[in-house]
């Protein structure tokens, strides 16, 4: 079977989602770091520290609230992408288990890695699979409907 690199190769759809994803997981993880630092300025604490521990529970907490309630990070939202259950709807104990790696960024890339090197949905992250969910890209179509006007035409008679 194929991996999810393997499969990169020639499905556009597929590049294009994990361009998006790895997007949307990169403003969040902006967003994070920000409060991150902003928290120890006030609470003054080691930049490592910072980086490597209290901004990944920082992101840990703010992904399974948004993936909970909304089902979609300010990330997601950008992007038109929602987190998903395979059989319903995305429960709070699913958003807890999915976004665990999210604990630090390090681990959440190797978890990126992990699931795109080894066989199985190629749309998922490796602990993704684990609890049976993944993120989709929302359609959202703009139908424009063409008006056109049907003019009457007086019939010539032919002498």
Do not use: C, H
């Not at 930049?47 to 990330?75: C, E, H, M, N, R």
């Not at 960024?105 to 080894?118: H, K």
């Not at 409907?145 to 007086?154: D, H, R, T, V």
Request: aromatic share 14%; hydrophobic share 50%.
């Amino acid at each position: 079977m194929q991996t999810g690199f393997d499969i990169m190769e020639y499905d556009s759809s597929l590049r294009k989602l994990w361009g998006k994803r790895i997007s949307a997981d990169f403003i969040d993880f902006v967003i994070t770091l920000v409060t991150a630092f902003l928290f120890a300025y006030v609470f003054p604490m080691n930049p490592l520290f910072v980086l490597f521990v209290a901004q990944g529970i920082i992101w840990y907490i703010y992904s399974v609230i948004f993936d909970a309630v909304w089902g979609k990070t300010p990330g997601k939202f950008i992007f038109n992408l929602k987190a998903v259950a395979f059989i319903g709807d995305l429960t709070l104990a699913q958003a807890l288990l999915r976004n665990l790696t999210k604990l630090n960024w390090l681990i959440f890339v190797g978890d990126i890695i992990a699931g795109l090197s080894t066989e199985g949905d190629p749309r998922q992250r490796f602990s993704e699979r684990i609890i049976d969910s993944l993120v989709i890209a929302e359609i959202k179509e703009e139908r424009k409907i063409k008006s056109f006007k049907i003019e009457e035409k007086e019939e010539l008679e032919l002498p």
